[in-house]
Structure formats: structure tokens, C-alpha cells
């Protein structure tokens, strides 16, 4: 009797050891979005340059990359250069378009980073008092969301994304969706 | 410093004069209290177990600007709760709802105390099963057991032994 307690005893212990290592081996900024496979809610602000209004209802039916950032953004100068790589590598797709959104900045701080660091060509809603970034459950920069032609958020990357994040994360779902 | 000393007393009346003609009653706009409850219950996402109410940080004060501005359009607190809750998921409530799998959550620590006192319970039971056996054994056990002859006639030998 006396060895099948010591048995549970050393099992319950092992079981909260393992779910410590486990835990900790989370990343605490990366909460799960309740936004996935939900409708994305739509936008619709001036344009960083000129006069224009970037709305995302506009880009239906092609997927999305909405790219949540900030020139006070550290990491963001990290992924900038992806952004451009990117942008240029996709720029000939007919499907895929991408979207800055440039929340609690002004419109010159957010042109003197684009002057800085390279400008990848495409547009940015602006967002001075981050409605629109709450409006997605944006906790930092940079954040992204790939929406699918539906308008559904099917994605969410927290941190700067890196080198290949498209043919390995985006592209996997994109050529799910059209079979 | 007597000089100062006799200077500090009027000085400090005038102060209190001044701060109680300054005082008027404050009322609060009365949807101001309404945010405030909502706010209090909401994490700041970006602090350490901060509320948006408490947290100077940017995000928590937007966050609190829509609460007003949703508060001012009218909309009901679930509504709004809910709205952060649909975007943020459980971990915007500083206390946990009571809802899916956080019913466990929250009942975990009574079915423990329920279980912890059922094996106690059992445990006494059993530890007062034994006592009263024991108890029950040694009234019939005759007192003391007398040796018989061999035994007898050895402890004898071992003490005459120890005598020499």
C-alpha cells in the first residue's frame, strides 16, 4: 500500500514538474488571438502619403498581409527589410497585397522611417490613437495579420516576421484555400 | 527661528483657508463611474497585472478613451467587456470568468478540500478501528504469560551463573 502512494506521490510531482518546463518554454507575448478564423473588421483611414483612403474591404478578394508597426517600434526596424523583400518578391502576385498600418505615430515620424530604413512601396493606414489597432486586438509592434479573400483574419504573427516567414507560414495556407 | 516658528502657524492656517475655499464639492460625470468599473476589471495588455485604469501606458490610454467613448454612445457595460473580450480573448479580464473550461479553474480548489477531507475522514476511521482493536486484543490477552518449567529452570541456571 505504502509503495503505491509513494508511486502517486512521485507521479504528481513529475507531472507538475513537466507542466513547469513546459510553460516555460512559452513565449509570454504570444497569446493565442481569439481573432483567428473570425471575420476581420474592416478599416478605413488616410493614407500615410497623399490624400487616399486605405480600406481593407477594398482589397476583397485577395489575402492580405496586414503589418501592424510603428516608427517608435524597435523590432520593427528588424523586420523592415524583410517588408521590402517581400514586397518586392510580390509584387506581380495578383493575389496578395500587403498593408501597413502605422498606429500612435505621426504621419513625419513614420515617412522619416520610411526615408531611413527603405520604402517597400506599399500603402499605410494611419492610426494615431490606435483605434484601429485595438479594433484587432493589437497588444504591440509589429503584429500581423494574413486575411484570406473572404475577409477572414487566418493568421496571426506576433514579433517581427522573418526571412521565408511567406513560403513557410502564408504560402501553405494560401494554396490550401485554392484547392 | 523663533521668527519662522511664529511664522509657520499663520501660514499654515492660510494654506488650509485657501485649500477649503478652493474646495468645492467635485461631482463626477456620472457615466465617469461606469468607465471607471469597466476599466478596473480590464488588464492593461502591454504591463504587469496593471487595470487599464491604473496604467499610464499608451495602449491603456486608448483603451480607456474607447470605454468613454463607447460609455458616451450609450452601449451597456456587457457590451463593451465584450467587445475587448471578442479581441483579446480571457486573458484581457484581470479576474477570470467563471465560464468553460475556468469553471474548473475556479471549483479545483474545493474538490480538492472535498477529496483532502474524505481521505482524512477515511484515515481516522481506520486509524480508530485499529486502536480499538488493539484495545479489545490486549483485554483478552491473559496479563502476564508465566514461562513454563524449561523456560524456568534456564533463568534460573543464568542467575546462579551471574550470582558466582
Keep these: 500500500m505504502n509503495g503505491i502512494w509513494k ?13 513547469f518546463a513546459l510553460g516555460l518554454k512559452n513565449d509570454p507575448r504570444d497569446i ?17 502619403d497623399g490624400n487616399q483612403t486605405v480600406s ?18 524597435v523590432s520593427c526596424v528588424v523586420e523592415h527589410p524583410y517588408l521590402i523583400e517581400l514586397a518586392a518578391k510580390t509584387n506581380n502576385r495578383p493575389d496578395f497585397v500587403i498593408i501597413g498600418v502605422d498606429f500612435r505615430d505621426t504621419p513625419d515620424a513614420a515617412q522619416a522611417f520610411l526615408k531611413r530604413h527603405g520604402n517597400p512601396g506599399y500603402t499605410h493606414a494611419q492610426d494615431p490613437d490606435q483605434k484601429i489597432a485595438i479594433d484587432w486586438g493589437v497588444y504591440g509592434a509589429p503584429e500581423s495579420y494574413l486575411v484570406d479573400p473572404n475577409g477572414t ?9 522573418f526571412p521565408g516567414w511567406f513560403e513557410q507560414r502564408a504560402l501553405p495556407l494560401m494554396q490550401g484555400n485554392a484547392k | 527661528m523663533i521668527f519662522s516658528r511664529q511664522l509657520l ?4 492656517m492660510m494654506l488650509m483657508l485657501i485649500g477649503s475655499a ?71 479580464y ?18 480538492g478540500l472535498g477529496l483532502g477531507g474524505y481521505a482524512l475522514w477515511l484515515a481516522l476511521r481506520r486509524w480508530r478501528g485499529q486502536a480499538t482493536k488493539e484495545a479489545a486484543d490486549a483485554s483478552q ?15 534460573e541456571q543464568e542467575l546462579k551463573q551471574v550470582e558466582m
Design chain 1, 56 to 73: 481593407l474591404s477594398a482589397q476583397r478578394g485577395k489575402w492580405v498581409l496586414v503589418n501592424f508597426w510603428g516608427s517608435w517600434c
Design chain 2, 22 to 92: 478652493h474646495a468645492e464639492v467635485r461631482r463626477e460625470d456620472p457615466t465617469e463611474s461606469m468607465v471607471r468599473q469597466i476599466a478596473k476589471d480590464l488588464r492593461c495588455a502591454v504591463c504587469q497585472n496593471q487595470s487599464v485604469y491604473e496604467s499610464n501606458s499608451e495602449l491603456a490610454k486608448d483603451m480607456l478613451k474607447i470605454i468613454r467613448d463607447k460609455v458616451a454612445a450609450g452601449e451597456k457595460e456587457p457590451a463593451i467587456r465584450d467587445y475587448f473580450h471578442q479581441r483579446y480573448g480571457d486573458y484581457i
Design chain 2, 94 to 111: 484581470l479576474e477570470p470568468t467563471g465560464q468553460g473550461m475556468n469553471a474548473l479553474l475556479w471549483s479545483a480548489p474545493f474538490l
Design chain 2, 141 to 155: 490477552a491473559p496479563p502476564s504469560p508465566t514461562p513454563d518449567a524449561a523456560m524456568q529452570s534456564r533463568i
Design chain 2, 9 to 12: 502657524r499663520p501660514l499654515l
Design chain 1, 7 to 19: 508511486l502517486v506521490l512521485l507521479g504528481a510531482v513529475m507531472a507538475i514538474l513537466l507542466l
Design chain 1, 32 to 48: 493565442p488571438s481569439p481573432l483567428v478564423n473570425r471575420p476581420a473588421s474592416d478599416f478605413s483611414a488616410p493614407a500615410l
Design chain 1, 153 to 161: 483574419i487566418r493568421m496571426k504573427h506576433t514579433g517581427p516576421l
